[in-house]
């Protein structure tokens, strides 16, 4: 040893913290063989201290190159703070990283853990400022992603239910995981436990999972009620992904919300037979996705489920799904076609809205709740239009024989020019058709509870204006006299509209009427003998000139926010 050197040998049973107080900023430490045990992190506060050694007739411990091990060299008990290697190989066999084991190492930049370590201590890596890699086990993949995301107390527990690192034991790292064979970008980016910065090497790098157990690349959730487990998450970088059929000799039947932004460039996906339910919102903005393959035992698919998918070109719904969650296909521009299977026997609201590319709905003749009739989805009976694709193009008559039309049947219909109503109708679950190329709606005159003049759509009694259509090719309106009420939404979006005379006879404006309703400053003058006006109803009408109605009106909060024009009174 260099003379410099302050060799210290202890010759108790038991070193305590008082005796190591005691010691004054030793650089070399020497364990005689009557030293059996310690506190862990003993070391931590001797930033010197360059070699740890102990006898060799010591039963308890051992040394190898200045680190400090337990005697079966199956624990990594300390490496000296200051001990000038800049890399360091764990020796194999070593399962145990103890407390503190590498706190506060002044030089060290790159670690390499064996395959054995199954344990990693109490901040044991903590404050390596200096520290830029640790290479180590693909099996402690998840443990190290819950410590950094900061999701368990003092230790966390594994997949396994066994306990695998210990808080704060990567405190201050911000450097890189590097997973032998292959690599692993964490969805965590911070956490409370101390790793506030983390970033994987050669993250473009091509994965090969086909080397391990496909189940360490998910996240499991268990349902003891169906004995079964459900997907709450993925890792992987793969960007075809097939899910894992069971999980610790349990079945798997259930995926939940398992992308995240990090991993939702995937381009196909196989599910295997025994799956029941995709959740809600499980494959949402997954934009890339192009193929899926569904089993024949899927029963049910949840809201959201597909929302955004906007890659995806065609989808195999199988025999065996009963359900369909509101919005599951949102935003599915890609889709073309759709086919219901037979066994189909609920479909929630929205389902495929903003799916501008469906111009057919095709439905299992043998269905017992559901037919479709030139593209158009009807419920068995023939009595409900429920579903008119948003691709479908040109004017459509409603079949006669449909006694209602279901909440947004037609809305999002962009070519859409025309609408028929027959005489049979007797209820429209809501009228906002929200459609662009829309120039006219008519009725049947012997319709008994609509009516239209000039392809405006009102009530029979001539009482209430239901809609007008937003591609109507007139500059000019006047609202027939007796009409008293305007519904919800009637004039949204109508942009060619300029002129609009409102009848005296007119008593109640709804919600949102005139929004957007001119994209010029030749907004309509708006002439009446109102009521009331409601909250609201000219709140985003900024290029409106006058409102002319009666001093007996009453105007409801924030009727006229934002309104520049004038009010005129004319009694």
């Not at 070391?43 to 308890?60: A, L, Q």
């Not at 145990?96 to 706190?103: K, L």
């Not at 690349?217 to 004995?227: A, I, Q, S, V, Y």
Request: charged residues 30%; aromatic residues 12%; contains cysteine.
């Amino acid at each position: 040893m260099k003379k410099n050197k302050k060799i210290i040998k202890t010759h108790t049973k038991v070193l305590s913290p008082e005796e190591i107080d005691r010691i004054l900023t030793p650089i070399g430490f020497t364990l005689d063989e009557n030293c059996t045990s310690f506190t862990p992190g003993e070391f931590k506060d001797f930033t010197e201290i360059v070699e740890i050694n102990v006898d060799k007739k010591n039963p308890v411990f051992c040394s190898v190159d200045g680190v400090l091990f337990d005697k079966a060299m199956t624990r990594l008990i300390a490496y000296p703070i200051n001990k000038d290697k800049t890399d360091y190989i764990i020796p194999e066999g070593i399962q145990y990283i103890g407390d503190y084991a590498f706190f506060n190492c002044k030089h060290l930049e790159n670690i390499v853990l064996p395959d054995s370590v199954s344990f990693i201590g109490e901040s044991a890596f903590a404050r390596c400022e200096r520290l830029k890699t640790i290479t180590l086990s693909f099996k402690l993949r998840y443990d190290i992603e819950y410590v950094i995301r900061g999701e368990t107390g003092l230790q966390t527990i594994s997949n396994s239910g066994n306990p695998k690192i210990g808080s704060m034991a990567f405190e201050e790292f911000e450097g890189q995981f590097v997973y032998k064979g292959e690599f692993f970008i964490s969805r965590a980016s911070y956490d409370r436990n101390g790793c506030n910065k983390l970033s994987i090497r050669n993250e473009d790098k091509l994965w090969k999972e086909n080397y391990m157990n496909i189940e360490d690349l998910f996240e499991f959730k268990f349902d003891k009620r169906k004995k079964s487990w459900s997907v709450t998450g993925y890792c992987g970088k793969n960007k075809d992904v097939v899910f894992p059929a069971a999980h610790k000799g349990k079945p798997v039947k259930a995926i939940g919300v398992c992308f995240s932004e990090n991993n939702k460039k995937i381009k196909r996906i196989t599910i295997p037979e025994g799956y029941t339910s995709i959740g809600d919102a499980a494959f949402e903005n997954c934009t890339e996705l192009m193929k899926i393959k569904l089993p024949e035992s899927l029963i049910s698919i949840g809201d959201t489920a597909f929302y955004r998918c906007t890659g995806l070109k065609n989808i195999e719904l199988p025999k065996s799904l009963t359900s369909i969650g509101e919005l599951a296909f949102y935003g599915c521009t890609g889709l073309t076609v759709i086919k219901l299977p037979e066994s189909l026997t609920s479909i929630g609201r929205n389902v495929f809205y903003d799916c501008t590319g469906i111009t057919n709905i095709i439905v299992d003749e043998n269905n017992s709740a559901f037919r479709s009739v030139d593209g158009v989805l009807f419920d068995k009976a023939m009595t409900t239009l429920l579903l008119f694709p948003e691709g479908k193009k040109g004017k459509y008559s409603v079949p006669d024989g449909i006694i209602k039309i279901g909440a947004d049947a037609f809305i999002g219909c962009r070519e859409l020019t025309g609408i028929f109503f027959p005489q049979s109708l007797l209820y429209i679950e809501s009228y906002d058709f929200n459609n662009e190329q829309l120039t006219d709606i008519t009725v049947s005159e012997l319709n008994t509870e609509y009516s239209s003049i000039d392809g405006v759509l009102f009530n029979k009694k001539m009482t209430e204006l239901m809609e007008y259509p937003r591609n109507r090719d007139k500059t000019y309106y006047t609202i027939p006299d007796g009409i008293k009420h305007i519904k919800k939404n009637a004039f949204y979006g109508c942009k060619r509209l300029v002129n609009l005379v409102l009848p005296e006879s007119l008593e109640i404006i709804g919600d949102f009427e005139f929004a957007e309703s001119v994209e010029d400053d030749d907004y309509p003058e708006i002439l009446a003998f109102l009521k009331a006006v409601k909250e609201g109803v000219f709140e985003k009408c900024t290029n409106l000139k006058t409102v002319t109605l009666s001093r007996k009106t009453k105007i409801g909060y924030k009727a006229f926010e934002r309104f520049k024009g004038k009010l005129v009174y004319r009694n």
